[in-house]
């Protein structure tokens, strides 16, 4: 599956690994990474697309806050 804007991923190596993701940005060769606490929207992580996983999700990172995108990933953690 290819990866893209908006997609929620889980980190399968690094620091990050397990944690659930959304792509902020890509180039050809790496993706940017927001949790909306440790990697905030305005400075994301920078992640080999080969070390992230794809989820069924994906959402508009237009728009949308730090403390909302926090939101969204911990009721998607907690499976509801």
């Known amino acids: 599956m290819l990866l893209h804007v908006g997609m ?3 980190a399968c190596a690094g ?5 659930f ?3 902020i940005a890509q180039d050809e060769n790496f993706v940017w990474l927001a949790d909306g606490r ?10 080999n697309p080969k070390h992230v996983r794809p989820t069924q999700f994906c959402w ?3 728009g949308l806050t730090d403390k909302a995108l926090r939101q969204k990933l911990r009721l ?3 499976g509801k």
Do not use: F
């Open 21 to 23: 993701y959304l792509i």
């Open 8 to 10: 929620v991923v889980r």
């Open 60 to 62: 508009n990172p237009d």
């Open 38 to 47: 440790h990697r905030t929207i305005r400075k994301p992580k920078r992640k």
């Open 15 to 19: 620091k990050e690994k397990d944690g």
């Open 76 to 78: 998607l953690k907690e």
